[in-house]
């Protein structure tokens, strides 16, 4: 039996991806392209802001 890939986000996490869309002036939640983009930005950001913001 295989296992869905699901993953849960926070509510933060789905707020600052959502910032992220409308930032780049996507309206709604955009496609499911633009939303793994901001997914992915979303995550670099707070990989940097964790590490000081090099």
Do not use: C, D, W
């Not at 039996?1 to 789905?14: H, L, P, Q, T, Y």
């Not at 930032?23 to 995550?43: C, L």
């Amino acid at each position: 039996m295989k296992g869905a890939n699901v993953i849960i986000r926070s509510e933060e996490r789905k707020q600052h991806e959502a910032y992220v869309l409308q930032s780049f002036g996507v309206k709604g939640r955009g496609t499911p392209e633009q939303r793994e983009a901001a997914e992915v930005i979303a995550a670099r950001t707070r990989e940097v802001v964790k590490e000081g913001g090099r």
